[in-house]
């Protein structure tokens, strides 16, 4: 051990932890009695219900990848325009569907915790 | 071992034994209250946010997972509910720089010219003339034996910012206590 590590040492040994008053527990005792533990907050979304979302959103992406991969051509042709597939045309608008649904519980869950902290700062200040 | 003990006493006062949650303040309050004091030095004040915590720990005892130890979460809620105090009622309180903590520790050095009797005193003594948050991170982790993982869980850091602060800190500390002290008795000192 070096010098400046004895010396460190010697510090760290001599720190010593601030006692409170004689009356502490009992003050908190006093204070939480009457008290009660307050149940814990269910969660607002069920993580199950997230998760099938999740699922949901990886398998249009997949489909739709899957879709594109399938119709494109070997070569392209980039002067030709593309064919057009109502089921592409379908696939796309349910996508866009889906994905603002997503937007909105994202915008909504973000909110709701927004103010859930909120109120546990406010609680904390009270 | 302690963790397990914690965790039993927790699940004795969440089935309705309200008196085992002294066990967990007389276990833990001299901690608690070092750590509040580093952030709000008036002793009455530091008791009174102390006092708080525990009771906020009480009322969310529900929530505690055992995800972490139980000191962790309940050194969480000390260091929140001390900096949301100043926040609230000394929001005129800025916590100094490095050049003006150092300048004023010269200054308290210099012209009072305290004569410590033992390193110990003067140890703890020399804590108060640190940055508030570099006296909390050395408490959580020499006093309290957090580990850098968990101050940074506690004060809201990244584990390498609070290595870094904790290092900084130590060597503040040194420096201080070698000014007031005396360098050549703090090498010579032996517990």
Redesign the interface.
């Known amino acids: 051990m070096t010098?400046e590590d004895?010396?460190?040492k010697?510090?760290?040994?001599?720190?010593?932890?601030?006692?409170?008053?004689m009356r502490?527990?009992k003050?908190?005792?006093d204070?939480?009695e009457g008290?009660e533990?307050?149940?814990?907050s269910k969660r607002y979304i069920n993580p199950l219900i997230i998760k099938a979302i999740a699922a949901v959103l990886v398998l249009c992406l997949l489909a739709s990848l899957y879709v594109v991969v399938m119709s494109a051509d070997a070569i392209p042709d980039y002067t030709s325009k593309l064919p057009e597939s109502p089921l592409t045309e379908h696939f796309s608008l349910y996508i866009i569907g889906i994905n603002i649904i997503l937007l909105m519980l994202l915008a909504e869950r973000w909110l709701s915790s927004k103010k859930r902290i909120q109120d546990l700062?406010n609680n904390?200040?009270e | 071992m302690q963790q397990a003990q914690d965790v039993d006493i927790i699940q004795s006062?969440?089935q309705g034994n309200?008196?085992a949650?002294?066990v967990l303040?007389?276990r833990y309050?001299?901690?608690v209250?070092?750590i509040v004091?580093r952030l709000i030095p008036v002793r009455e004040e530091a008791?009174d946010v102390?006092?708080e915590v525990?009771?906020?720990a009480?009322?969310?005892?529900?929530?505690f997972k055992g995800t972490s130890k139980f000191s962790t979460w309940l050194y969480s809620i000390a260091h929140?509910?001390a900096i949301?105090h100043l926040?609230?009622y000394r929001p005129d309180v800025v916590f100094a720089d490095e050049s003006t903590m150092a300048a004023i520790t010269d200054n308290h050095t210099t012209n009072h010219q305290p004569q410590y009797n033992?390193?110990?005193t003067?140890?703890?003594s020399c804590?108060k003339l640190l940055p508030p948050d570099d006296a909390e991170i050395?408490?959580l982790f020499?006093?309290a034996e957090q580990s850098i993982e968990e101050i940074g869980i506690i004060m809201r850091l990244e584990s390498n910012t609070a290595k870094v602060k904790l290092h900084r800190a130590?060597q503040k500390?040194?420096d201080i206590?070698e000014r007031a002290y005396g360098k050549e008795k703090?090498?010579l000192?032996?517990?």
């Open positions: 010098q004895k010396t460190y010697n510090l760290i040994d001599s720190l010593e932890t601030e006692q409170p008053s502490f527990t003050n908190v005792m204070a939480i008290m533990v307050a149940p814990v700062q904390a200040q | 006062v969440l309200k008196a949650f002294a303040v007389e309050q001299s901690y209250f070092t004091s008791e102390s006092q525990f009771v906020k009480y009322l969310s005892l529900a929530g929140t509910t949301s926040r609230k033992s390193l110990r003067a140890v703890n804590i050395i408490t020499y006093l130590r500390l040194k206590v703090t090498l000192y032996r517990n």
